[in-house]
């Protein structure tokens, strides 16, 4: 009787550990194909069909349906040019140009992936619609406090991610993205 409790206890212990595990692996956005250009992470084969597991489960999770291979690029960052994670308390520059893309969108979102609600509703930016200086770069500004120019409000006080997406771009994530080619993302300030 006491083997069996034993056995039980060890099987309800490796069950949680394994679950706990998997549940990190899945929020952290699973250490598999996955590239880095500055604080911008990539998942190469998210929309593949041969995805791993654990990345169709994040997908699943997040309720993402993402872009496929041939259609173009998600690059995500959780943390500034310093490594420093976003800080809603603090101002962001995102700056001064993107990789090659016929289209592209910036949107700020929540750790789990849903647009941040703001005063504003303002959820993100698209290439069409941004002011640029006349050599064609530009600054989009992520605060709490407004900003002339390009600005997307953060809205609430909580961690946040921004999402740069690529559409229709000749790069591809499993060769690299140049990390000069993709905006920094520099804190200028904090509250």
């Known amino acids: 009787m006491i083997a069996l409790v034993k056995g039980l206890l060890a099987a309800a212990a490796a069950l949680a550990l394994g679950l706990f595990i998997t549940q990190t692996t899945l929020k952290d956005g699973g250490p598999f194909d996955i590239v880095e250009a500055g604080p911008w992470r990539i998942a190469t084969r998210a929309g593949a069909i041969d995805a791993d597991p654990y990345t169709r489960a994040g997908l699943e ?6 872009l496929a291979l041939g259609e173009g690029l998600q690059l995500i960052a959780r943390v500034d040019d310093s490594g420093r994670p976003l800080d809603p308390r603090c101002d962001y520059s995102v700056s ?31 290439s069409s619609e941004i002011l640029r200086a006349a050599d064609g770069s530009f600054a989009i500004w992520a605060s709490a406090q407004a900003h002339a120019g390009n600005w997307l409000p953060i809205g609430q006080n909580r961690p946040f991610a921004l999402v740069l997406r690529l559409y229709d771009s000749p790069i591809s994530a499993t060769a690299g993205v140049d990390p000069a080619s993709a905006p920094k993302i520099r804190r200028e300030g904090c509250a």
């Not at 999770?61 to 993402?66: A, C, D, L, T």
């Not at 893309?101 to 303002?122: C, H, I, K, M, Q």
């Open 96 to 126: 001064p140009h993107v990789p090659p893309a016929r289209y592209w969108t910036l949107s700020l979102v929540d750790l789990d992936g849903f647009p941040v609600e703001n005063a504003a509703e303002r959820y993100g930016f698209r």
């Open 61 to 66: 999770q997040r309720g993402e349906i993402p």
